[in-house]
């Protein structure tokens, strides 16, 4: 089927595991793979013309932990990040990804 | 019997303001009374917001706001736990709208969570009864917005429609969905499903109703960079007449339909032809299956848009951590609050959108899919160059019982079977109300008409409505307790 | 140039700059695009990423990373798309960025400075994310959304022989052009002129084994010392493999045309 486990999926998706629907998502994801594969091949994937968003194609295959623009700082502890509110900031800081090596 | 629980918008408006306002007062009343055995809405409203005094053509009434569709006033939360007392800072274009003209609010309506359903089941408030029969459902995701427009607890209800999420309900209900053209009606302030699908809807009582709701709602919005409009143009509204050109698609329509539906279906094409239209039979000639296209792009665009949920700037704050292994604290806290935040059905859709849009994945999953669905776009739109509408069922048959798919929800998703094509093609559609099955449950017809060609369906609509002299309003028994 | 040490593999490398540009609003949204002012005061629902907003595309910033595409012999495409590229980071509201992978604003181009011409890949358009700051409290971490959403205008160069100084020459010479055509403020301290350089090293064309080249990517070079810092760290396998872990997957940008490099490279050494 895919050399993706679902734990690997569940990361992606940024979601625990649920061990109880293993067999109905491994039968989904067989089921789109054949559906996907019996397709007729039609022309090059260009969007002109379809009505999709322009502005928000969904393009979402570089996702993933530690991916990105800036590499994840395992050092610091993010687990609770505080409400977005203006003046709650104390103190500017450097960026914690801004270091070279 | 009060006479606003039957009445149209339309027949309201005839009435002095006052009488108006008395009424949406005691409909207001009454989604306190009934609300917790039909759950159609997730919060009921009072005071300014159902009751505003501004004037305007809508004045004195009041609608149902699906639970997805941002406004000032009430919470936003989608039916999910993950945003639980989320409160939007700013209206949804929609809503200023309806605003503006001097419109109420009477509720949230219930939904599937985040509109990812058909059958009003996967809601963080429970089920939405249809009042037809309140051991059926109403139809999704849009049913609570379906089942208090047609109890009478609201004089009309906006939707959002994804891959048939107005429609279903509209039908199950017994009453009018219109889901616009893609791109026609601001998306500016609903909350996305699938962001190349969604459009926000109508839900009336009569044709002329959810008419004169369009209007207000088409247009370009500089806010929405999809929303090209046009606004409403009478110039558009072509005269209905004998000389509309209808098909029907044989092979899209199949061979699904329930026996009681599929006499219904036939016996509609008659009383078409009756009109003096031309219903013409046709195949659209799409080799693949709208309904698994429709999933494979639908649930890439859920992952992609709901991933910004994480408790971090609102909804239900991080609680302990899973055991992520090595993983960052950032990263565990995110997937502790979306596991418990999100119910099952979502993140099925998730994850099935991250295997579809996973690297490597997206040229054999997602980019196809897109393919095929620009196929079947073209196919439609090719036909709506030769016919004035396609014709389809709005589902197999009437509102099937509550609970019938909950060990198998996957055996739910062809019940969209027959809306995800104008989904997919952008195009607008309109399902009417036709008569009632052997079970006393509404069934229906549906119209798909070409790019911004609203003015049009609506016209045709309305002449069959006329023709077929069915209005749930009329028919409907459960409130003759009032 | 065989560096010492290297196994015979030879240095090149590629750059990703990213100028943040000079356009009076944020790339998809009307907050005022301003990296000094008080935080999260230039914040609105489209670049928090509330429910329901969404992201309308700046003219501003369009004509100016067009101005840059045309001063530097790009190819401006006529069309253009955005998508989205997504990880979970707090400072991403909607943990993803809209960038321009697959229909770039332009490619092609180059700039030659002193003799040294460095041929382009490509020039897009995408989102500044938000600024991590330290929290209220030890162990958490505020978030300043002013930024997110800021224009930024990426230029990636195609991978070319390293040569260090030849290299710091050159960024200033693009920092120049930056400014006197009002593209950006291009101050490196700041942040409104970045630089990632992309180091490889190539094996020559007697040995023709992929897994003897490894590329890597270093992070927000704002000195520009890069190549010789990546042949230090090289001689150091085990600091080369943490680099190399680091490096993201960035198949859109220089990856690939590396690979084109490493092919020219074979011919011609």
């Known amino acids: 089927m895919s050399s993706m486990s679902l734990e690997d999926l569940a990361r992606l998706a940024g979601l625990a595991p649920l061990p109880a629907e293993r067999a109905v998502l491994e039968a989904r994801m067989q089921a789109v793979t054949e559906f996907c594969a019996h397709l007729p091949c039609l022309e090059d994937p260009d969007m002109a013309g379809a009505p999709e968003a322009a502005l928000e194609k969904t393009s979402a295959g570089d996702r993933g932990p530690g991916q990105g623009p800036r590499p994840l700082d395992r050092d610091l502890a993010l687990a609770n990040v505080p409400l977005l509110d203006a003046g709650l900031v104390v103190a500017p800081a450097p960026r914690p990804d801004t270091g070279t090596p | 019997m009060s006479w606003w629980r039957a009445a149209t918008v339309v027949e309201a408006l005839r009435r002095p303001l006052r009488e108006r306002r008395e009424a949406t007062a005691a409909m207001a009343r009454a989604c306190v009374r009934e609300n917790p055995a039909l759950g159609c809405y997730t919060h009921v409203l009072a005071g300014d917001a159902a009751a505003p005094l501004v004037a305007g053509p809508l004045a004195g009434l009041a609608a149902a706001i699906k639970a997805n569709i941002c406004g000032v006033g009430w919470p936003n939360d989608c039916a999910s736990r993950i945003l639980t007392d989320y409160h939007s800072p700013f209206d949804s274009t929609a809503v200023t709208a309806l605003r503006e003209a001097g419109c109420g609010f009477l509720g949230l309506a219930n939904m599937d969570e985040f509109g990812m359903g058909s059958s009003c089941e996967y809601s963080n408030y429970g089920p939405v009864r249809n009042p037809w029969n309140r051991e059926r459902t109403a139809g999704g995701s849009s049913g609570g917005s379906a089942a208090a427009v047609a109890a009478g607890l609201a004089w009309f209800a906006l939707g959002s429609d994804t891959g048939g999420s107005v429609r279903l309900p509209a039908h199950c209900c017994g009453i009018v969905g219109l889901k616009p053209t893609y791109g026609r009606v601001s998306r500016y302030g609903l909350v996305p499903f699938a962001s190349s699908l969604d459009v926000i809807g109508v839900l009336a009582r009569s044709v002329a109703d959810a008419r004169l709701v369009f209007r207000l709602l088409a247009g370009p919005d500089p806010r929405d960079a999809t929303c090209a409009g046009p606004a409403w143009s009478a110039d558009r509204e072509e005269a209905p007449g004998a000389g509309w050109r209808l098909a029907v698609p044989r092979d899209l329509v199949g061979g699904a339909l329930a026996p009681v539906a599929a006499k219904d279906f036939e016996h509609n094409l008659i009383r078409c032809r009756q009109l003096g239209w031309i219903v013409d039979d046709m195949d659209i000639g799409f080799a693949a299956d709208p309904v698994r296209t429709y999933l494979v792009i639908a649930a890439a665009e859920a992952s992609s848009n709901l991933a910004r949920y994480d408790g971090s700037l609102y909804g239900i704050a991080p609680g302990n951590p899973d055991t992520g292994g090595d993983d960052p604290p950032y990263l565990r806290a995110v997937r502790e609050v979306r596991s418990r935040g999100f119910g099952p059905e979502v993140q099925r859709r998730l994850m099935l959108g991250a295997y579809v849009l996973a690297a490597g994945h997206r040229d054999r999953f997602y980019h196809r899919a897109c393919a095929a669905r620009r196929d079947l776009a073209a196919r439609m739109t090719a036909a709506l160059r030769r016919y004035d509408a396609l014709v389809l069922p709005t589902a197999a048959g009437g509102a099937w019982p509550l609970g019938a798919y909950r060990h198998d929800p996957v055996a739910m998703y062809p019940a969209d079977r027959f809306t995800v094509p104008a989904s997919l093609a952008g195009l607008p559609a309109l399902t009417l109300p036709t008569g009632l099955d052997d079970e006393g449950l509404p069934l229906s017809i549906q119209l798909v008409g070409a790019a911004r060609s609203e003015e049009k369906l609506l016209a045709m609509a309305e002449a069959l409505e006329q023709e077929l002299a069915f209005r749930a309003g009329k028919e409907a028994p459960w409130w003759r307790t009032d | ?269």
């Not at chain 3, 509201?93 to 332009?106: D, E, F, G, H, S």
Request: charged content about 25%.
């Open chain 3, 1 to 269: 140039m065989v560096a010492d040490g290297l196994n015979g593999l030879r240095p090149a490398v590629g750059l990703e700059i990213h100028v943040r540009l000079r356009a009076p609003t944020k790339l998809f949204c009307g907050c005022r695009n301003d990296a000094h002012a008080e935080p999260n005061t230039l914040i609105c629902p489209v670049c928090m990423g509330l429910p329901g907003s969404l992201p309308v595309l700046s003219a501003d910033a369009v004509m100016l990373g067009a101005r840059m595409a045309l001063a530097l012999g790009a190819r401006v495409a006529p069309v253009s798309r955005f998508d989205r590229k997504h990880y979970f980071y707090p400072d991403l509201p909607r943990n993803y960025q809209i960038t321009q992978k697959q229909a770039p604003l332009a490619v092609g181009g180059s700039l030659a400075v002193a003799g040294m011409t460095m041929p382009l890949e490509r020039m897009h358009l995408e989102e500044d994310a938000g600024r991590l700051l330290a929290g209220p409290r030890p162990g958490t971490v505020a978030v300043d959304l002013n930024r997110a959403g800021a224009p930024l205008l990426e230029i990636v160069t195609r991978p070319v022989p390293a040569a260090g100084a030849g290299i710091r020459a050159w960024l200033r010479e693009l920092r120049r052009l930056v400014r006197w055509l009002g593209i950006g403020d291009g101050s490196l301290e700041d942040g409104s002129l970045r630089c990632d350089a992309n180091v490889g090293f190539v094996a020559p064309a007697d040995r023709d084994d992929p897994a003897a080249s490894a590329w890597s990517e270093l992070k927000n070079l704002n000195s520009p010392g890069a190549v010789q810092r990546a042949v230090a760290y090289y001689r150091r396998p085990r600091t080369w493999r943490s680099i190399q872990k680091r490096a993201m997957d960035r198949d859109f940008s220089w990856r690939k045309s590396a690979e084109a490099y490493r092919a020219l490279y074979r011919r011609v050494a």
